[in-house]
């Protein structure tokens, strides 16, 4: 029988039983279940409206529930308990007696149900903070290794100019380290506590809302009732940081793809994260950074799903809002995954900077510097882009690079031309010659190295 049985005269039949449960998901915040429970007995006691002993009872009984689901000794059934609140209560109170039917005084599943997810969406939160940091160092390790290997930086997929190989990985850490506040700003939106708000309305208990509060290490109670119990936007919050970590994944994830392919050959992916195929005896699959990829639009779904049972909710509590675990915790079990198999893959890849240098040859990538070489000596940039546009053209008709012009040929589209124009189609120069903060110049990268190494270290 539930334990809200008093007024009914039926059981659920097993199927709505099933139907209306929500425990196969929410046995998860068993941990959570437990704190929040052991918070609110403790404060009815210190508030005189249990016993001592009962306050004891209760502590011991659930620290021994704690112990036992923890060795596995202990499990629950669907069709005892509708969820894990009730899985737990009811454990209790069969091993306490009436010390356990006790605790629930004062307290509704509603507050109950909004600190456990409170609870387990700052522990989560907090999870992959930890597997974030963990990528971005397995990122930066590689731009340290690799710091000087120059390969094309595309704009439209198109060769446009030399980078630093360096430079490019750490545009993902900036990302990540962008990630890494989102989900340290949904884990401070989950921080306040709705233990106390009871059903809906607070309660006639003198209760110590400040205490379980602090007891559970929330910053605050929330300070509206009717909206400690039916807000979700903590969730909303970590599922959107989620969505948006996997899509700096999936972009990630798709130049490594790109890369490892015949075409650009400028990494291999070790074959822990790679898999063959099952008629082409020499495919050499990088399905791992496909998932990854993949990944990103079912956890952009749980985003929307959540949104959409939220739409026009009316106050306060309603069943809708059992809905809001599954999404939420699938987000972030998905991107603990990537993370920690991106962090994998980008360990062990190996770098081919010599195939990254060849297809840096191509493509005219000097052709803005340049033009810029013009500009310096008084050209206007418009007609300096005009002449170098030309030289570009020359070199399509004759089948060649810039490199291979000769200097009559330069000087054939403006007189500025002079001999030191072959050090600006040198690529390291071209690189070297970006010294605005933020660019690919080495010395630019360098000092970024440093930046994005002090924000991981402060993370
Ligand atoms: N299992 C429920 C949920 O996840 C707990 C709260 C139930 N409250 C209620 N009044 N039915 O939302």
């Given at each position: 029988m539930a334990l809200w049985s008093g007024r009914f005269t039926e059981g659920a039949d097993a199927f709505t039983q099933r139907f209306g449960a929500s425990l196969p998901v929410d046995q998860k915040m068993y941990a959570q279940d437990i704190a929040g429970s052991k918070a609110h007995g403790a404060m009815l006691a210190a508030q005189g409206i249990i016993g001592e002993e009962d306050a004891a009872a209760i502590a011991c009984g659930l620290d021994g529930i704690l112990a036992d689901i923890e060795a596995g000794a202990l499990a629950f059934d669907v069709q005892e308990s509708e969820d894990v609140h009730m899985a737990i209560e009811a454990e209790l109170t069969a091993r306490i007696g009436d010390a356990g039917a006790r605790l629930?005084?004062?307290?509704?599943r509603n507050d109950q149900v909004a600190t456990d997810m409170r609870l387990y969406a700052k522990q989560r939160a907090t999870d992959l903070m930890a597997a974030n940091v963990a990528l971005r160092e397995a990122l930066i390790a590689q731009a340290e290794e690799h710091f000087d290997v120059i390969l094309p930086g595309y704009t439209h997929l198109q060769h446009a100019q030399p980078v630093l190989f360096s430079h490019h990985l750490l545009a993902y850490v900036w990302m990540l380290t962008r990630d890494f506040e989102r989900l340290a700003a949904a884990r401070a939106a989950a921080d306040r506590s709705p233990l106390g708000a009871a059903a809906l309305a607070g309660t006639t208990y003198p209760l110590d809302r400040h205490a379980t509060a602090a007891a559970l290490g929330f910053a605050a109670p929330i300070p509206n009732s009717l909206d400690a119990v039916s807000d979700r936007d903590f969730l909303l919050d970590l599922i959107y940081a989620c969505s948006v970590s996997c899509l700096h994944l999936s972009r990630l994830c798709e130049e490594i793809i790109l890369w490892s392919t015949a075409e650009f050959g400028f990494i291999t992916l070790s074959d822990a994260y790679s898999t063959g195929s099952s008629i082409m005896p020499q495919k050499k699959n990088p399905d791992f950074a496909e998932l990854i990829r993949g990944k990103s639009g079912r956890v952009v779904g749980d985003l929307m799903a959540l949104m959409m049972t939220l739409k026009?909710?009316?106050?306060?509590?309603?069943?809708?809002?059992?809905?809001?675990?599954e999404g939420a915790m699938d987000a972030a079990d998905t991107l603990e995954d990537c993370y920690v198999c991106a962090a994998g893959m980008i360990a062990t890849m190996t770098v081919h900077p010599e195939a990254m240098m060849a297809q840096a040859q191509?493509?005219?990538?000097?052709a803005t510097d340049v033009a810029d070489y013009l500009a310096k000596k008084g050209l206007p940039f418009r007609r300096a882009h005009e002449v170098v546009g030309r030289l570009v053209l020359r070199c399509e008709q004759q089948g060649?690079?810039?490199?291979?012009?000769a200097l009559a040929d330069f000087q054939a589209e403006s007189?500025?031309?002079?001999?030191?124009?072959a050090s600006c189609l040198n690529l390291e120069a071209i690189v070297a010659a970006?010294?605005?903060?933020?660019?690919?110049?080495h010395a630019a990268v360098r000092e970024q190295l440093t930046e994005v190494k002090a924000s991981l270290a402060a993370d």
């Open positions: 629930h005084t004062g307290r509704s026009s909710l009316p106050l306060a509590y309603n069943k809708d809002l059992q809905e809001d675990k191509k493509g005219y990538l000097a060649c690079d810039l490199e291979d012009l007189d500025l031309f002079e001999a030191d124009i970006r010294t605005t903060y933020g660019g690919t110049g």
